[in-house]
């Protein structure tokens, strides 16, 4: 009896759909690796709401504690007043402030402990006013140097030492000037000066 060969077929489509289901033998069975991405530039937006302006009040602070060491360091431009007045006159507008100023019986010493008490020791304003203030009180404080220099060391009305004595006091006064200029303006625009001889001494005193 002749035997009759069995031939076994799939359909059409399970063909397919085999053939959809095993792997290409050139292409790799596992997804490729993912390269790292850079950071995200910076956008004006996010550099816009990272900034923070300083508030008014602190700058409205800091600048007016730099006219303390300004009145106190005015004495020192006499000499200069003398023999140029022109300079004196950017400093007329003044004149009323500093008249009540020295009409008030110990106003300096009530103006320093003031600032000193009720902006740099109150932890409830910001290390920008304090700062400032620090600032402002360690130079006016440095002021005090060359009057008691010149109380123990009298320089007499003539000769040598009172031209060195009118030159320190000249030198001393533009010093004072620059730094009140220096740190009003910086104050007004909410920066934070750096006033040489003084900033790191007051930095150390927050710290």
Same mark, same amino acid.
């Given at each position: 009896? %002749?035997?009759?060969? *069995?031939? /076994?077929?799939?359909?059409?489509?399970?063909? $397919?759909?085999?053939?959809?289901?095993?792997?290409?033998?050139?292409?790799?069975?596992?997804?490729?690796?993912?390269?790292?991405?850079?950071?995200? $530039?910076?956008?004006?937006?996010?550099?816009?709401?990272?900034?923070?302006?300083?508030?008014?009040?602190? $700058?409205? #602070?800091?600048?007016?504690?730099?006219?303390?060491?300004?009145?106190?360091?005015?004495?020192?431009?006499?000499?200069? &007043? !003398?023999?140029?007045?022109?300079?004196? %006159?950017?400093?007329?507008? *003044? /004149?009323?402030?500093?008249? /009540?100023?020295?009409?008030?019986?110990?106003?300096?010493?009530?103006?320093?402990?003031?600032?000193?008490?009720?902006?740099?020791?109150?932890?409830?304003?910001?290390?920008?006013?304090?700062?400032? @203030?620090?600032?402002?009180?360690?130079? =006016?404080?440095? +002021?005090?140097?060359?009057? +008691?220099?010149?109380? #123990? #060391?009298?320089?007499?009305?003539?000769? #040598?030492?009172?031209?060195?004595?009118?030159? @320190?006091?000249?030198?001393?006064?533009?010093?004072?000037?620059?730094?009140?200029?220096?740190?009003?303006?910086?104050?007004? *625009?909410?920066? !934070?000066?750096?006033?040489? &001889?003084?900033?790191?001494?007051?930095?150390?005193? *927050? =710290?």
């Amino acid at each position: 009896m %002749a035997s009759i060969p *069995l031939r /076994l077929s799939l359909p059409l489509h399970h063909h $397919r759909s085999t053939a959809l289901l095993l792997p290409h033998p050139l292409k790799p069975t596992f997804p490729p690796p993912r390269l790292p991405q850079p950071p995200p $530039r910076p956008t004006a937006t996010t550099t816009k709401c990272s900034y923070t302006p300083t508030p008014a009040t602190d $700058r409205l #602070i800091s600048a007016a504690a730099y006219f303390l060491p300004l009145f106190n360091g005015l004495q020192y431009g006499r000499f200069l &007043f !003398t023999k140029y007045p022109v300079l004196a %006159a950017p400093f007329e507008p *003044l /004149l009323p402030l500093l008249s /009540l100023y020295h009409s008030v019986p110990y106003a300096s010493f009530v103006t320093f402990f003031g600032f000193y008490l009720g902006i740099v020791r109150n932890p409830s304003l910001s290390r920008y006013a304090r700062l400032n @203030a620090l600032q402002a009180l360690v130079l =006016d404080v440095l +002021l005090v140097v060359p009057v +008691l220099l010149q109380r #123990i #060391i009298s320089p007499g009305r003539s000769g #040598i030492a009172l031209k060195l004595t009118a030159w @320190a006091y000249s030198g001393l006064f533009v010093f004072v000037v620059g730094c009140f200029v220096y740190g009003l303006v910086a104050s007004v *625009l909410g920066k !934070t000066p750096y006033l040489p &001889f003084v900033a790191e001494a007051a930095a150390r005193q *927050l =710290d």
